[in-house]
Every structure is written in C-alpha cells, then in structure tokens.
C-alpha cells in the first residue's frame, strides 16, 4: 500500500493489482519504468450471520442490517452475466424468506448407471449421448 505496509489478501485489492500488474509488464517489456501500487482501500466489510454485517466505509463503522444489504450488494456486482445476478439475487430473498430444505436433491450419476442408459439408448436405436439422471430414473 502506499504507506508501505502490505495488501490485504482480498479481492478488493486482487481486482486492483491485476491490471496494474499487466499494465507493468507492458512497461517492462517496452523498457519503460514500472509504476508502484498506489491503491487507498475503500473499506472492509463482513457478514456475521442472521442477515448482519459489520463495515468500516470510507473510515464509518457499520453494523446491523444496512451493513449486510451493501455487503450483498457489492457481492452481486461482481458476479459475472445478468442471468447469474438474476438468479443469485432470487435465490438469497428466497433464503431470507423461507426455512433452508432439507430435501437436497443431487441430479448426478455413477459412471455405471451412465454406461447403462447410453447401452439402453443403444438398444433403441438412439445414437445420441443423452443419458437420464438417475433421480428422475428411481
Ligand atoms: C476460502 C476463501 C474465501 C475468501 N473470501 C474472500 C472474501 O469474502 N472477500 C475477499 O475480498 N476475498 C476473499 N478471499 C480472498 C480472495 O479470493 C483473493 O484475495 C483473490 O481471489 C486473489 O485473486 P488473485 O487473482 O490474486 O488470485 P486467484 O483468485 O487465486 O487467481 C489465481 C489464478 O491463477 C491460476 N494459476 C495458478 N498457478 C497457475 C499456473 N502456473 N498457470 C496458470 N494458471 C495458474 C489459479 O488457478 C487461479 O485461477 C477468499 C479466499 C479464500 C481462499
């Protein structure tokens, strides 16, 4: 940091340092001077559970509620493609809203049951690899 202290390991820091990283080597590979890492950090944030959060923004510290909607707020910034943030989005008020299931349903297969429904297929004249997940097979 620039009073000489070292960086945080977190992605506030990590989001900075790659660009200034490239940017550096570009500088390096043309013969330029490389440039120190100046970066301020804007704050810290943590969840803490039961929809709370502490915070320390721009030097305020939060706790509460409010801390823990900017603190999911930032979270859904950064998450790639719209239909991530969509889908994120419902399923966190989803989680506010309702008690967590406990009926975990996992589509996922053996390598035998694979083997069998693609000989199944086979059978039928299905030449397409297009197995049943074993849950919608029981
Ligand atoms: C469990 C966990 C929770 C965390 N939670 C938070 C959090 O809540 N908030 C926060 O701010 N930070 C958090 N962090 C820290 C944050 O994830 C890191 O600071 C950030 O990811 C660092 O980014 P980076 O790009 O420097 O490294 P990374 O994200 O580690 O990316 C390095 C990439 O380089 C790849 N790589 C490594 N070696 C090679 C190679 N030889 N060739 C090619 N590719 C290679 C790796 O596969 C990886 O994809 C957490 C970290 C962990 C482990």
């Given at each position: 940091m620039p009073d000489g202290t070292p960086c945080p390991p977190t992605a506030q820091f990590a989001l900075r340092q790659g660009p200034q990283l490239a940017a550096n080597i570009a500088r390096q590979v043309r013969g330029e001077p490389t440039r120190p890492f100046g970066y301020q950090p804007k704050g810290l944030m943590s969840a803490i559970g039961h929809n709370r959060a502490v915070a320390r923004v721009y030097g305020i510290n939060l706790s509460g509620f409010i801390?823990?909607?900017?603190?999911?707020?930032?979270?859904?910034?950064?998450?790639?493609?719209?239909?991530?943030?969509?889908?994120?989005?419902?399923?966190?008020?989803?989680?506010?809203?309702?008690?967590?299931?406990?009926?975990?349903?996992?589509?996922?297969?053996?390598?035998?049951?694979?083997?069998?429904?693609?000989?199944?297929?086979?059978?039928?004249?299905?030449?397409?690899?297009?197995?049943?997940?074993?849950?919608?097979?029981?």
């Open positions: 801390p823990w909607l900017l603190w999911r707020g930032f979270y859904l910034l950064y998450i790639p493609t719209l239909a991530r943030k969509a889908r994120l989005y419902l399923e966190w008020n989803w989680a506010m809203f309702f008690p967590p299931d406990i009926a975990h349903l996992r589509f996922t297969r053996t390598v035998e049951d694979s083997d069998e429904v693609s000989q199944d297929q086979g059978a039928q004249g299905v030449t397409e690899h297009s197995p049943t997940p074993v849950a919608e097979r029981v």
